[in-house]
């Protein structure tokens, strides 16, 4: 368990703005705001200035098992002593129901703002919100440090209703802390292998890799190459087994190469795999950004595509169709699962139980940029 | 001023929630909730009950002029009456320091996702807000009249520091809102010919068009089409001015038609621009998706691109060096544009005056899409 930042609870802006209420009214708003502060107090900080840990407050000012009578007494002391209530007006307001649900996006801004998927979750997800005047509480956090920090202020605080967490790694530490809050209810967009037992909406990734490489194969591709995305990912790591165990079962030959979503990464890996000889006749990618570049970068090199090198994307954006050839794509409704997200997320709100739910399926479709394997392989 | 809706202060999830509160502190729960929600009698609903204006109501309560003594005793009476509290604790915990930023996207889900501009600005601005912890608290509006009926709920409960105004149409109502109830600071982005006064951050595109017709006029094109968004928005509506203008200027035959943003808008218009004779000899498009499917279609068409055809995109996402060839653009830094937005909002967060700030400029990016006007002209 992570020390709570001292950032959270307190910040200089709120003292900023009572400093500078010079209006007939500033004495008493002032002292509001004050008031509010106080109702700020957390179980961290109850946690650190008791020297226990945040579980075990929880446990002493719930009346529950789990800790000794010396801890309980010392908590429900400390506790007192910060001026922590358990019913206070701003928690009660807080946790009756913000109509917010709370999304942490921890990708750079720029490789983001390079990646459609998000947005057309979000967008799908924003949608089905406003259909129950919900809203979502937005964050860009600086790494994975960073994000913990964020949830663990909206557990304390209570500014949020539920969680989306979205990129999912291997181990990772959200699902742990979230585990350990069960009253923050938290949906994990990842396979059910990665989530811990929290509720999920998984992708259906390991019958669409069988289906992707069914189709190269059945095309006559006998090497098929894939660019893949972050190798820390849960679902790059889900559909490398997969692309593994097709291509095992189908005796072809896979080789696989991990990039960061980019079309400069998409770029150097397509021509990394085109280098080594026998070079493979289809290439897919990860994300249709990297699909792109890697088809263009392919035919300045002077492969024909689809005579020399068949290309296939993952995901469907609107670019798939907007460059010639258009390309084949594993897609799906991305923006379909942001309104199925939400409508989970607020059956989590109300207390029903989700398990494991289905995104929409992926379906195949074929486009210009994939064809039968070339009768001979030259390199270029 | 348009009346509010029932539906802003009090929502069915409320009483939900507190109904199905069973676990021990279930009924001191749900006397909190009420309390909450009496707290959020706002000035809309006072308003509404005593059958006067919004701002009359404000001008009352605060013991400003502006309102006759007769109507000022009754708003008072009313107000008195629904239990309305200036300073009630929770008005104060929302209006002290809520740290959150409101946006609302009032685009349709799916074509949000087909334009990079908005991720990217939502990602600078994301990023920037991290830094002073705070959040972006983020709707996706169904169409213009949903998103006044928001914005007037976050300026009547106190659920943002600011706002951030986002493609501004002409005549739009937000400014009026806006300037109705200056106490809710709020950026818009647009032009200050747009704004009524509201603080701006402008983009520079007058500026830009006259660089890019002159850049094209340069190369000997005297025939530029141009496929713009959408007319109702604001900065469709400068830069055709400024097209118009830069045209004329230098003598160059202009022709423009007006698309949504999509590539299958970026297709219709393309086809159209080169089917009336004589075609132009380079297009520009108002972004970066329409000009990667015009360039596309073009070629389909037989164009060689740039040698019978120059094309030129506005914004310059990852995409635009993913196609090839190369997408010649006139190009900021959107991200970075997103992070000026965010410094600004701060700054009115902190009664600081902004009047009006520029973006990042515009900057031409010369690639392999534009070239030499031919010279002779052919249709196909």
Redesign the interface.
């Known amino acids: 368990m992570m020390p709570i930042s001292d950032?959270l609870i307190y910040?200089k802006?709120?003292f900023?703005?009572?400093a500078?209420a010079s209006d007939k009214?500033g004495i008493?708003?002032k002292e509001?705001?004050m008031?509010?502060q106080k109702?700020k107090v957390t179980i961290f900080d109850v946690a650190k200035a008791s020297g226990v840990s945040s579980s075990a407050v929880s446990y002493a000012l719930n009346n529950k098992p789990g800790v000794s009578e010396a801890t309980r007494a010392k908590v429900l002391k400390v506790a007192k002593g910060l001026g922590w209530r358990p019913?206070g007006?701003?928690q009660?307001?807080a946790r009756?129901?913000t109509?917010?649900i709370g999304v942490v996006?921890a990708q750079e801004?720029?490789l983001?703002?390079?990646e459609?998927y998000?947005?057309?979750l979000?967008?799908?997800l924003?949608?089905e919100?406003?259909q129950?005047?919900y809203?979502?509480?937005?964050?860009?956090?600086?790494g994975r440090d960073?994000e913990v920090v964020i949830l663990k202020d909206w557990i304390a605080t209570g500014?949020v209703d539920a969680l989306l967490l979205v990129n999912l790694e291997m181990d990772d530490p959200r699902v742990a802390l979230l585990n350990e809050y069960p009253e923050m209810p938290a949906l994990a967009l990842c396979d059910p292998s990665l989530s811990g037992g929290l509720p999920v909406m998984r992708s259906l990734d390991m019958q669409a890799v069988t289906k992707a490489v069914s189709y190269l194969h059945d095309l006559g591709h006998e090497r098929i190459g894939r660019v893949g995305g972050p190798e820390s990912f849960g679902h790059s790591y889900i559909r490398d087994a997969a692309f593994s165990d097709a291509a095992a079962e189908l005796g072809v030959r896979y080789r696989c190469l991990h990039a960061d979503y980019?079309?400069k990464g998409?770029i150097e890996a397509t021509k990394r795999l085109l280098s080594v000889n026998p070079r493979p006749t289809a290439i897919i990618y990860d994300n249709d950004?990297m699909a792109?570049?890697g088809m263009?970068i392919a035919?300045?090199m002077g492969f024909d595509i689809p005579g020399d090198l068949s290309i296939m994307a993952w995901d469907d954006?609107?670019?798939c169709?907007?460059?010639?050839p258009h390309l084949t794509v594993m897609g799906r409704d991305?923006?379909g699962s942001?309104h199925r997200a939400a409508q989970l997320l607020l059956k989590l709100?109300?207390?029903e139980q989700v398990g494991v739910a289905d995104e929409y399926p992926y379906e195949l479709r074929e486009r210009a940029s994939t064809g039968p394997a070339p009768a001979s392989v030259e390199q270029r």
């Open positions: 950032r910040n802006r709120v900023t703005r009572s500078r009214d008493e708003r509001t705001v008031a509010g109702n019913n007006a701003a009660a307001l009756a129901n109509s917010r996006l801004a720029r983001l703002s390079a459609p998000m947005m057309e979000l967008a799908g924003g949608a919100l406003e129950h005047d809203s979502m509480l937005l964050r860009f956090a600086i960073n500014n980019t079309p998409g950004v792109m570049a263009g035919r300045e954006s609107f670019m169709t907007a460059v010639f991305i923006v942001g709100v109300d207390g």
